[in-house]
């Protein structure tokens, strides 16, 4: 088999550490960039990892979530260092990874933009500080890819793409995802569900990717209801914390597919968090890629524990005791996806998706989607006009 994207991963995890001696650790003495959000710093963290492992040589504190591309330029102006470490969510991180571009960019930012709008490569010569990664959440998988998400300000979203801006390191410490609330929980735990069963169905998979999928998808099972019902349960934590990593492996071979490529609109437009937008639809696009090629979804089933035509069943069941439908239906209604066109893929992903998908396909899995939820519904009925 070939091979299509390169299925290594040059970070190096470190599993179940206390980041306040790892991250110091790591730095040894260099100089760093901190990057994080107003909310890990308005918990203590910065004081805390500086006084850990020193001031670092400046401090970005505000990132916020989905960073836009103008938010992004103006970290180019930020001082650079020997590497960055970023403490937060995949906002954080992918706000991180465009500062390292950047500053290897020295701050120009025409290929940036270049890069980020029309797909031209980054420089070949660009060499991009180290990047520390510290996840607060179970989902992104950002600690372990090569690219970023960065939002247009005119709604579209960008990839920052580039072997280079893999972290050198990720540093997991489980007791940083004690505080997450529930939606969060549910957003970033299904966003790795996602992660992984995109994976699967994807054109780009191997052997490989399918195996650490069905281990994602297994413990994403068994340990996603705990941390929900439970949010100190630290072995939850650990484990949901370890099945996202796994799944950002997984993704980094093989990209995502008609999950994520529906996703967008849905936060661009709706300000529906990433984790909901992309997960919502799995039962269907389940079903829809069984249509195509029943026994390539085997290594979801063997991780879901169930038969290959029950991967539907079994997932909406899941999701309603999760109570996915009123975390969906507060941001969307069925008359808002009819509002929304047929421009509902992006084309990069849909392309890798094992079964070819047009405009109006996508749009009726996405409402059939919410009508299938729980729950959805009536919050539906309620935010129609
Ligand atoms: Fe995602």
Redesign the pocket.
Known sequence: MVLRRPSHCPTVVHLDRDYLEAVPALIGGRKWVLVTSAGWAGRGTIKAITGAAGAPVAVVDDVPENPAISYVEKLASVKAADLVVAIGGGSVMDAAKGLAALQALAGEIPPFEAHLRDGEPLPEDLAPAPLICVPTTSG?GSEVTRWATIWGDEKVKFSLTDSRLYPSDAVLDPSLCISKPRELTLASGL?AL??AMEAVWNNNHTPESDRLATTAIGSIRNHLLIALERPDDIEARREMQVASTIAGFAMGTTQ?ALA?SISYPFTALFGMP??LA?SFTLPAVAEYNMGADQDRLGAIAEGLECEIADIPAVLLAWFDEMMLGAAVGRYVSAADIDGLGENLITRARAANNLRAVDGATAKDIAKRSLGDLSGAGAETAAAAP
């Open positions: 992104t966003d996602s992660h995502t994520h990433h984790g992309c």
